[in-house]
């Protein structure tokens, strides 16, 4: 009878070991073993001197004592074995002897489980317990049939000396065809929202948590060299533009326990820009096997994104949606999604150009007959600048501003891994709010005390030598602009007045010697102190009238170009400087208004 139950014991054990929260070995290995915390009562089991088990308040990995395997199988039992220690536990029911046999595993509930050994000349099982008479440490001392609460233990998987993670299922592909899978990550703040959905190739789903459990490590399906990798923002980033991520690191490794940065990234500013893909180029010339993402901060404690993906992507474009048209004078917008991944980009659509002009200005945008935007501003359409982010040192009082980057301000031929596409208008956390309520913005500007070198090109197909350029923006604080490498704007301070871009902006005017026929490159520096920040600009061309007294442009001779040059002769207007000067004697006086005059009557 005794037999059959010992038979019956161990078929159920057997059957139970396919479902062990461990996974057992023969024999220790220190480089490919699982390796092990043993816990129970919410302490860490910890090999002693004395080869007994000790309990402490918490684990580390870095720690051997602390990292245990299971020698052995269901039938014969375990054997605990300690890596720090390098031996077996030799304590009653943990080390086979004439008296005692291996220790068994019991399941509880699939997770946690309870450690027995068997007393063969006493026909007994004893379970393992801590001493329930010690606080918080002690030893393992005590046995007994009842295993009650103090007998359960559970295990987590250790970092150190894991062993190489076997293939994932590959669900993202780069365009060299190389595989990428999931193994495992931190959790989210629901379900639905887990760190698996960062590479699951849907950037419609996303990971959403606190920030310190946005993790995850991947594997690839060969050893590869990172030349760039994306990160896919999340489907809502415009509503929830507070959990944009901020600060992160890339890390490569071919044995899942070293691992190396390969990018690191500290206040970058994330565009708020639904399921679209943002590339970092980076040029490591290593080969990896397996990648891990760690996000280090946010715009708040919490954060989401939906993918991140190495090397390039291949995308399968669908149609595109509307969603801001363009107008006579005004970009507009459409959006296109991959098909196949659900990550989205930008379409900028260019002006129609289909004015209607009456008295030399569009009823429609407000643009004058002779008048060209070179760049525009982001309030209605964003726009992209390349952009180099870097902080002052030094104590308050000896501060020290950086130097510019190397080929800054007029060569365009730069280093863009360390430059990036910033989405404009950019701003502090908020910023929008009060005095700037009706001022948008695409990306986070953080912290203070720190400055933006940012670089934009455009082509001009003519010059005209007479054709006034006009430098429109709003800027939060210091600013100095250049074209083609020639300082033309340099202001401290903000902008008074930040209520909306009509009212708010301020406008400088730049000299046509600046420019040159083909490209040109304007570069802006701007260095945030206190408070808040806000950049934004846009660039015109008027080119002069070739109608003789035409002061504001608009086609004809009237008493508004009178209006026009008193405003220059009061300060109120800078936009008409050059057409002002009606008689051509180089400056802007009363005779100015007598020429007009002149016109006027026919004389």
Known sequence: MKKLLLLFVFSVLSIMAQALPFVPTSAPNLNSNYWYFLKTEGLYCVGSSNLEIEFRNSGDASNDNYLWCFVGNPDEGYRLYNKG???????????????????????????????????????????????????????????DTDPETKGIFSVELAKEGTPVPADPTWTRFDTDGVGYGFIEGGAGLNNNEMSNNLCDNNAATKYYGFVTSCWFTMKASTEVAVQ???????????QFYNRSLRSWKLQGSNDYNTWVDIDVQTDYPMPFAAQKEVIFVVNDTRHFRFFKFIATDGASNT???????????????????NVTPPTCG????????????????????????????????????????NETILLHNG??????????????????????????PVGWPDNIQLDYTKWHEVAMPIASLGHSNGAFLNLYYNSHWYGEYNCYYF??????????????????????????????????????GWTPTQYNWASSHESFNIPASAFRKGQNLVSVYIQQNW???????????????????????????????????????LGISYDFEITADVNGDGFVTSADVTAVYDILLGN
Request: glycine share 8%; aromatic share 16%; with cysteine.
């Open 85 to 143: 220690t390098g031996k077996y536990i030799q304590h009653e029911g943990l080390l086979y002897n004439d008296s005692y046999a291996y220790t068994y595993y019991e399941d509880k509930d699939g997770n946690n489980f309870y450690l027995r050994y068997y007393v063969p000349s006493w026909n007994v099982y004893y379970y393992l317990f801590m001493n329930i008479y010690q606080d918080e440490y002690g030893f393992m001392r005590y046995m």
């Open 228 to 238: 760039c990798y994306s990160i896919v923002t999340a489907n809502d980033s415009r």
């Open 303 to 321: 954060i989401q994104i939906s993918e991140v993906w190495i090397n390039g992507q291949s995308h399968n474009w669908g149609e595109a949606t």
């Open 330 to 369: 005004e970009r507009g917008r459409d959006i296109i999604e991959c098909v196949d991944c659900g990550a989205r980009e930008w379409i900028i659509l260019e002006p129609n150009g289909n004015h209607n002009f009456t008295n030399g200005e569009c009823s429609v945008c407000h643009l004058h007959e």
């Open 379 to 404: 309030q209605q359409v964003p726009y992209f600048m390349w952009g180099f982010h870097d902080y002052r040192t030094g104590a308050t009082g000896s501060e020290v501003w950086p130097e510019p």
């Open 455 to 492: 670089i934009r090109s455009f082509n001009l197909a003519e010059l005209n030598p007479n054709a006034t350029f006009t430098f429109n923006c709003v800027h939060d604080d210091n600013m100095v602009v250049y074209v083609n490498g020639q300082e033309v704007i340099n202001i401290e």
């Open 531 to 569: 408070g808040g920040s806000y950049f934004d600009y846009e660039l015109r061309m008027k080119t002069q009238s070739r109608v003789p007294g035409d002061v504001n442009g608009d086609g004809f001779v009237t008493s508004a170009d009178v209006t026009a040059i008193y405003d220059v002769l």
